[in-house]
T-cell receptor, first 110, second 115 residues
Framework: DAKTTQPPSMDCAEGRAANLPCNHSTISGNEYVYWYRQIHSQGPQYIIHGLKNNETNEMASLIITEDRKSSTLILPHATLRDTAVYYCIATTSGTYKYIFGTGTRLKVLA | DAGVIQSPRHEVTEMGQEVTLRCKPISGHDYLFWYRQTMMRGLELLIYFNNNVPIDDSGMPEDRFSAKMPNASFSTLKIQPSEPRDSAVYFC?????????????FGQGTRLTVV
């Protein structure tokens, strides 16, 4: 699985969009990009995943660059409850194996 | 469905004692994962099962750790003997294998303290 690199921390004002970057320059053609988050000490929670097209669901949007070497998770209107550690994971479809890195600690400020 | 259920939520034990953590995956899920989380090492994948069979146990730290899945609705992670450095939060997760990766659902974790 490709290594991912994320900034250790970010702040975002409540109500504004939170844009969380992830670098995965060694990603291979059959590896998907997954995003999970972990709120306080709860179990990680799935957010979204994609291969090469941009994806959107009720929680977030995922923008993957055309060369697939990086991606951005967008929380369109961040709330205080979005304060969490966000993990970007690159993994081969069908392996069902998620290796978590250190993630980005997002703090949403009132 | 009640989600992935782990028990106990908290466990305090003395060094040298045997500890057993339990997990009930979501019904219909055929993959089950055990993770360990510490401040120093983050979230580590210990072992995962497919259809009750261990697929990859390369993350199991040493022989003191063992995991079993006797049936589709139950798994255990056992530490014998336990040591203070085993103190961590242990998460269980499950997912349905459908040819493509789908989201994994995590339990609330078991916080283990070995004194």
């Amino acid at each position: 699985d490709a290594k991912t690199t994320q900034p250790p921390s970010m702040d975002c004002a409540e109500g504004r969009a939170a844009n969380l970057p992830c670098n995965h320059s060694t990603i291979s053609g059959n590896e998907y990009v997954y995003w999970y988050r972990q709120i306080h000490s709860q179990g990680p929670q799935y957010i979204i995943h994609g291969l090469k097209n941009n994806e959107t669901n009720e929680m977030a949007s995922l923008i993957i660059t055309e060369d697939r070497k990086s991606s951005t998770l967008i929380l369109p209107h961040a709330t205080l409850r979005d304060t969490a550690v966000y993990y970007c994971i690159a993994t081969t479809s069908g392996t069902y194996k998620y290796i978590f890195g250190t993630g980005t600690r997002l703090k949403v400020l009132a | 469905d009640a989600g992935v259920i782990q028990s106990p939520r908290h466990e305090v034990t003395e060094m040298g004692q045997e500890v057993t953590l339990r997990c009930k995956p979501i019904s219909g899920h055929d993959y089950l994962f055990w993770y360990r989380q510490t401040m120093m090492r983050g979230l580590e994948l210990l072992i995962y099962f497919n259809n009750n069979v261990p697929i990859d146990d390369s993350g199991m730290p040493e022989d003191r750790f063992s995991a079993k899945m006797p049936n589709a609705s139950f798994s255990t992670l056992k530490i014998q003997p336990s040591e203070p450095r085993d103190s961590a939060v242990y998460f269980c997760a499950s997912t349905r294998g459908s040819g493509m990766n789908t989201e994994a659902f995590f339990g609330q974790g078991t916080r283990l303290t070995v004194v």
